[in-house]
């Protein structure tokens, strides 16, 4: 007799989804990601010029008759095996990682449960009770340029009580369902979340504007409600890149996100790894986090972790090459740098503090500098002196 191990309904929304991201950016990413390789012709491709993506959200969306968060893509829709990935496995096949060792797509498609980040973006399967299983997202989708929709309702509960979750369900595209699918042409797939955790499109974009390609080059079309999405500006105080063009660096003093500095994939622009959580691997002051930027080195995002902050210990061990390169680069070419930046804002820190104390201390003990008026005569506007000159 043969048993096959099965997930419940409640680890599925806990473990797999809503305790596993810190944020609702990085579930969204998760799906933004998807959304990308399902664009692309060959698992080993990643080629940013092909992807078409729309995130939208609404108030009262026609289908869930409230808000909805909708993401978009026009790539090829759920084809018989990704249907089988889909809905038949959790995490990557045996077979998968046979084929892609390095993981498919540039490593973005190396964990297998991304897709169940959109629970965690279901503000009802985030409540502490056991009706959170009950609730889960909607998937419409075609893979070929008219016709009828596959319409699968995605719900934690009906993979443990209903043995799994029917996927032959197929609506017109004028039905009542799909409707607002209605002026899509070509294959697509849709994930519609009812109650979504999102309450504006700029909140959206807040939530993902650092987890995008940070170079430009890298971004792909993505539009939030209509709007075309770029990724904030890269540092540019320092600004170095290795002999080989393999490795480079742009860092600055902070941003507003105060994150500090992230090591990036070099091929897709993502951020994998923050220097903080990295601290003790890599040479100061990498990790201060009053510095901030990106450095960007070939080969990382398959190292990932899989709350998607930092690398696994397979990366940074002392036999791994490519570690080794990314160090020499670092301790060489980029921490000297660095450190020249940090001491220079400390010196200006030092400058203006030690300006401001000698202002204060002559305000205390002259008093403040008397008011002086502006008057207008034939040279125009001017500010006579405090004193009248002498005779």
């Not at 499109?201 to 971004?219: C, T």
């Not at 507003?256 to 790894?273: Q, S």
């Not at 890599?282 to 690398?311: C, K």
Request: proline share 8%; hydrophobic share 35%.
């Amino acid at each position: 007799m043969k048993i096959t191990m099965r997930a419940t309904a409640q680890m599925l929304v806990r473990n797999l989804a809503s305790d596993l991201y810190g944020h609702p950016g990085g579930c969204l990413l998760e799906l933004i990601k998807n959304g990308f390789v399902a664009h692309m012709p060959d698992p080993e491709c990643w080629d940013p010029r092909l992807p078409k993506l729309e995130i939208s959200l609404a108030r009262n969306h026609p289908f869930t008759e409230g808000p909805a968060l909708v993401v978009l893509d026009h790539g090829s829709g759920m084809t018989e095996p990704a249907l089988k990935r889909y809905f038949g496995w959790l995490g990557t096949p045996l077979e998968k990682l046979i084929e892609h060792s390095n993981g498919s797509s540039k490593g973005a498609s190396q964990k297998g449960i991304g897709r169940l980040a959109a629970l965690a973006l279901n503000e009802n399967c985030l409540k502490e009770d056991i009706g959170a299983i009950d609730h889960g997202y909607y998937l419409f989708s075609r893979t070929s340029r008219s016709g009828d929709i596959r319409y699968i309702r995605v719900m934690p509960c009906d993979f443990e009580l209903e043995d799994g979750i029917e996927v032959d369900n197929f609506v017109s595209p004028t039905s009542t369902e799909a409707r607002f699918l209605d002026n899509i042409q070509g294959s697509f797939t849709a994930i519609v979340i009812p109650t979504p955790v999102f309450d504006s499109a700029g909140e959206i974009y807040d939530a993902i504007k650092w987890l995008l390609p940070r170079e430009r080059d890298k971004m792909f079309s993505l539009t939030v409600n209509g709007k075309v999405v770029e990724p904030p500006v890269l540092a540019d105080d320092v600004n170095v890149t290795s002999l080989d063009g393999r490795y480079r660096a742009r860092l600055g003093i902070g941003n507003e996100e105060k994150d500090g500095i992230w090591l990036c994939d070099a091929e897709t622009g993502f951020r994998v790894a923050s220097c903080m959580k990295l601290g003790k691997f890599l040479p100061e002051p990498l990790d201060y986090p009053d510095l901030g930027g990106d450095i960007f080195a070939p080969g990382l995002l398959r190292y990932q972790n899989t709350a998607r902050d930092t690398l696994s210990k397979e990366f940074t061990r002392k036999g791994n090459k490519e570690w080794q390169k990314l160090l020499m680069f670092l301790v060489g070419d980029v921490a000297p740098k660095a450190m020249a930046l940090v001491q220079r804002d400390s010196l200006a820190t030092d400058v203006v503090k030690t300006i401001g104390e000698l202002v204060d201390m002559f305000h205390h003990r002259y008093g403040p500098p008397e008011p002086r008026e502006r008057v207008v005569g034939p040279g125009g506007i001017r500010t006579p002196p405090v004193s009248p000159p002498g005779p």
